[in-house]
């Protein structure tokens, strides 16, 4: 079983920046693929950005590539979110995901474990 826990959302106006983290603990093998995926109101479950346990491999929305950077600290157990030039679409409750697998995935039905949530809002 693996607990996870967000935390740095909060709100910034458009062009700022937030860092989220993801917190692991309970049982968090290392081998665990670990996903970023966010929820606006109204809205499904999309996916933002994945790693593999390793983080060597990472996959990205097209709308957040070259602004949003994922990456983990194994040694941690904690799983970043680095997201820059924020746009008012961005607003939405972030979740981080794991899955019991190497290799990162866009697919939210992959993910076995999910967090709280933390609330990002971007103001215009």
């Known amino acids: 079983q693996v607990q996870l826990v967000e935390s740095g959302g909060g709100l910034v106006q458009a062009g700022g920046s937030l860092r989220l983290s993801c917190a692991a603990s309970?049982?968090?093998?290392?081998?665990?693929?670990m996903g970023w995926f966010r929820q606006a109101p109204g809205k499904e479950r999309e996916f933002v950005a994945a790693?593999?346990?390793?983080?060597?491999?990472?996959l990205y929305l097209d709308s957040v590539k070259g602004r949003f950077t994922i990456s983990r600290d194994n040694a941690k157990n904690m799983v970043y979110l680095q997201m820059n030039s924020l746009k008012p679409e961005d607003t939405a409750v972030y979740y981080c995901?794991?899955?019991?697998?190497?290799?990162?995935?866009?697919?939210?039905?992959?993910?076995?474990?999910w967090g709280q949530g933390t609330q990002v809002t971007v103001s215009s």
């Open positions: 995901g794991a899955r019991r697998d190497r290799g990162a995935s866009r697919n939210r039905d992959a993910y076995s474990y």
């Open positions: 309970g049982r968090p093998d290392s081998w665990y693929a």
């Open positions: 790693i593999s346990y390793s983080g060597g491999s990472t």
